[in-house]
């Protein structure tokens, strides 16, 4: 909500159920984009009938693993004009090739000054939850990194990272003391936020 200040457009990836566009005061100058499987989307919408978005909202069916970019761009999508990005409970699912690619699409689509917030697991986390096939969600996790600066330096974003857990999300509700994150080989999940500060 600080960061559309300065930037107009919105894109949620990997969407899913999200209805921020239309529970939050969003201006309806504010474009928000939101990219998810056509099942997805049709199933939301279909729950959402008659639910009156706040802001310019454009639902878009595709696969992220896939090309999106120019589904994005049709939709009306400006290249010259700030945006906020949120990648949020996607990056893990996604083996490190795609997830390369995804960030370089990303950084490709914005200009200097966007937005960027996205949660990411670590590799001991990834690894563990890997080997367990009857894990409902983790079971299905491709990717983690101990090193998310780095990971979204390489395209020209400076990030802040937390974890939950640490004074900035804790929120009362973590009683365990976090081992540093100079202890590798440890399972973490990463908050991230950030902003374009170069051009590729």
């Avoid at 999200?18 to 201006?27: E, I, N």
């Avoid at 999106?68 to 009306?76: C, P, V």
């Avoid at 969600?137 to 640490?166: C, N, R």
Wanted: aromatic share 8%; charged share 25%.
């Amino acid at each position: 909500m600080e960061s559309i200040a300065e930037a107009p457009q919105i894109v949620i990836l990997g969407s899913g159920l999200d209805t921020r566009a239309f529970r939050l005061p969003l201006a309806s100058t504010i474009n928000l984009y939101e990219i998810d499987l056509p099942e997805i989307i049709n199933y939301k919408l279909n729950i959402l009938n008659g639910v009156m978005p706040k802001c310019n909202y454009h639902p878009i069916k595709g696969d992220l693993k896939q090309e999106w970019a120019d589904k994005l761009l049709e939709s009306g999508y400006e290249t010259n004009k700030p945006t906020v990005w949120l990648l949020e409970g996607l990056l893990m699912y996604l083996d490190e090739t795609k997830v390369h690619q995804l960030l370089k699409t990303i950084s490709e689509l914005s200009i200097v000054g966007s937005f960027l917030g996205a949660d990411l697991v670590s590799v001991k986390s990834w690894q563990v939850g890997a080997q367990n096939s009857k894990a409902v969600i983790s079971g299905h996790w491709k990717h983690g990194t101990d090193q998310p600066e780095q990971l979204f330096a390489t395209y020209g974003w400076e990030v802040s990272v937390v974890q939950p857990g640490d004074i900035r999300a804790n929120y009362g509700r973590y009683t365990v003391e976090l081992p540093p994150r100079e202890m590798e080989g440890k399972r973490r999940s990463y908050l991230v936020v950030g902003k374009k500060q170069k051009i590729d």
